[in-house]
């Protein structure tokens, strides 16, 4: 395989289904190295399997994003697995529905840890390494939740629009040494975790309509009358990690078929 990236070493977590793979495969075509990270170990070997049987460089780790120590672990072996690291792609989250009044302290706090702190977690424990090397990249996944309002997503809102927050922030402290952080901001991408989420809210809401009829209502509330696909959000993570991209840093850019334009 030949591409932009030029056996740059990327760790991503949550490697193993929907956005994670999805990014990972793509990042690997373009020729780098991909760290694959994940909690579930059989799922984040099939997705360093379809790389390296595609021709492509790559490796995979089990590690919890709710756990510090492993997190470290998970850094220390990619650097020492590739001899350095280069980007890091923030994605493993959960999903999770409710209002503020129908969330429980218990569901908002295993949200948080997981789609907020473990990000978090992931790019303290690897920007030692970037700043010793005067050059890095992450990239975060957001949600167009950190950017309009959704009904019945306080946790997941919070934790997304905190990541954003991040973003600029962290990208404010660590441009002196060339390390270029920004976000992704997908909108509805047609994912098992999208469909967990809708069954849920489905579930709650004690709903007579299917998953995929909720699905086509929320596709028509789109200018492009269609939910987004995972290419369109790895073909954005390989953008950022590229040097097209290299005066880029602190954005947050939606990839929302123009929902954010209405």
């Known amino acids: 395989m030949t591409g932009r990236l030029n056996k740059k070493t990327i760790i991503v977590t949550g490697a193993g289904s929907g956005l994670g793979r999805a990014s990972a495969i793509k990042l690997a075509e373009e020729?780098?190295?991909?760290?694959?990270?994940?909690?579930?170990?059989?799922?984040?070997?099939?997705?360093?399997?379809?790389?390296?049987?595609?021709?492509?460089?790559?490796?995979?780790y089990q590690a919890d994003m709710c756990s510090e120590t492993e997190i470290i672990a998970m850094v220390t072996e990619a650097e020492k697995t590739y001899n350095g690291i280069d980007g890091l792609l923030a994605n493993a989250g959960i999903a999770g529905t409710g209002a503020a009044h129908e969330t429980s302290l218990e569901d908002w706090d295993r949200l948080i840890k997981v789609s907020l702190?473990?990000?978090?977690?992931?790019?303290?424990?690897?920007?030692?390494?970037?700043?010793?090397?005067?050059?890095?990249?992450?990239?975060?996944?957001?949600?167009?939740?950190?950017?309009?309002?959704?009904?019945?997503?306080?946790?997941y809102t919070a934790a997304k629009g905190a990541i954003a927050a991040i973003t600029r922030q962290m990208a404010s402290d660590y441009g002196e040494y060339n390390i270029r952080i920004n976000a992704i901001a997908p909108g509805t991408i047609?994912?098992?975790?999208?469909?967990?989420?809708?069954?849920?809210?489905?579930?709650?809401?004690?709903?007579?309509?299917?998953?995929?009829?909720?699905?086509?209502?929320?596709?028509?509330?789109?200018?492009?009358?269609?939910?987004?696909?995972?290419?369109?959000?790895?073909?954005?993570?390989?953008?950022?990690?590229?040097?097209?991209?290299?005066?880029?840093?602190?954005?947050?850019?939606?990839v929302d078929g123009g929902y954010t334009a209405k």
Request: charged fraction near 25%; hydrophobic fraction near 35%; glycine fraction near 6%.
């Open 190 to 254: 047609e994912t098992e975790l999208v469909r967990e989420t809708y069954k849920q809210r489905l579930d709650d809401a004690k709903s007579d309509i299917t998953v995929d009829e909720s699905l086509s209502q929320t596709a028509n509330r789109y200018p492009l009358r269609r939910l987004g696909q995972e290419m369109d959000v790895s073909n954005m993570s390989v953008f950022l990690f590229s040097e097209e991209s290299n005066w880029m840093t602190g954005t947050v850019i939606p």
């Open 31 to 60: 020729d780098a190295q991909v760290f694959c990270v994940d909690v579930n170990p059989e799922t984040v070997k099939e997705t360093s399997d379809i790389i390296t049987s595609r021709g492509g460089a790559a490796s995979h």
């Open 117 to 155: 702190t473990g990000k978090w977690l992931c790019a303290k424990h690897v920007i030692p390494h970037f700043i010793a090397k005067k050059s890095g990249n992450i990239v975060f996944q957001s949600s167009i939740c950190a950017l309009n309002g959704f009904p019945k997503l306080v946790a």
